[in-house]
């Protein structure tokens, strides 16, 4: 079995930085894609970013490009989001998921198969 475990969340006043970290367990086959999702208090989940399987390629929602990037260490089965010149909009549990197929598109919560338990990030004004 798969588990998802996200760290580095926390309180951080806006204009701040933040790394959240995704670590994943178990035996996994094939190329895989990873996420990151958002979900603010009373809001659906939001698409945040996405990495294939080489790091070629990478994914941004709209409100964080320019602000974020995702990257990932295979060897150490790790995933990561930095984030930098955080906006108190940017409060919320944020969640790494795995892509185990090729389902597109990347940013649609419904492709991707398994997820962590998530990390708060909170922003302070």
């Known amino acids: 079995q798969v588990q998802l475990v996200e760290s580095g969340g926390g309180l951080v006043q806006a204009g701040g930085s933040l790394r959240l970290s995704c670590a994943k367990s178990g035996r996994t086959f094939g190329r895989y894609v990873m996420g990151w999702f958002r979900q603010a208090p009373g809001k659906e989940r939001e698409f945040v970013a996405a990495?294939?399987?080489?790091?070629?390629?990478?994914y941004y929602g709209d409100s964080v490009k320019g602000r974020f990037a995702i990257s990932r260490d295979n060897a150490k089965n790790m995933v990561y989001l930095q984030m930098n010149s955080l906006k108190p909009e940017d409060t919320a549990v944020y969640y790494c998921?795995?892509?185990?197929?090729?389902?597109?598109?990347?940013?649609?919560?419904?492709?991707?198969?398994?997820w962590g338990q998530g990390t708060q990030v909170t922003v302070s004004a």
């Open positions: 990495i294939s399987w080489s790091g070629g390629s990478t």
């Open positions: 998921a795995a892509n185990w197929g090729t389902a597109q598109p990347m940013d649609s919560p419904d492709v991707y198969n398994d």
